[in-house]
């Protein structure tokens, strides 16, 4: 069963590099055989309801963009 759906969880909260980003389990599930959703769906949380990462949050903004509107525009100073 997925984690996060079982304990109730809509949202989800995530520490990376440091900062905090929170989305939907509906996000994280469009596509279900990446790392980030095999994670939800079977770890728990920290005590807290987020989950801990160590990447480059400027990075991880772009890869929930992604998930969310199935493009990424990067802005010309990061190409």
Request: with cysteine; proline share 8%; hydrophobic share 30%.
């Given at each position: 069963?997925?984690?996060?759906?079982?304990?109730?969880?809509?949202?989800?909260?995530?520490?990376?590099?440091?900062?905090?980003?929170?989305?939907?389990?509906?996000?994280?599930?469009?596509?279900?055989?990446?790392?980030?959703?095999?994670?939800?769906?079977?770890?728990?949380?920290?005590e807290?309801?987020?989950?801990?990462?160590?990447?480059?949050?400027?990075?991880?903004?772009?890869?929930?963009?992604?998930?969310?509107?199935g493009?990424?525009?990067?802005p010309?100073?990061?190409?």
């Amino acid at each position: 069963p997925h984690y996060a759906a079982y304990c109730g969880l809509q949202r989800v909260k995530f520490i990376v590099g440091g900062l905090n980003f929170h989305t939907s389990t509906k996000t994280i599930n469009k596509d279900p055989h990446s790392k980030l959703a095999d994670l939800v769906a079977h770890d728990p949380p920290d005590e807290d309801g987020r989950y801990h990462l160590d990447r480059d949050p400027k990075l991880f903004g772009y890869l929930l963009n992604f998930l969310r509107d199935g493009i990424v525009e990067i802005p010309e100073e990061r190409r």
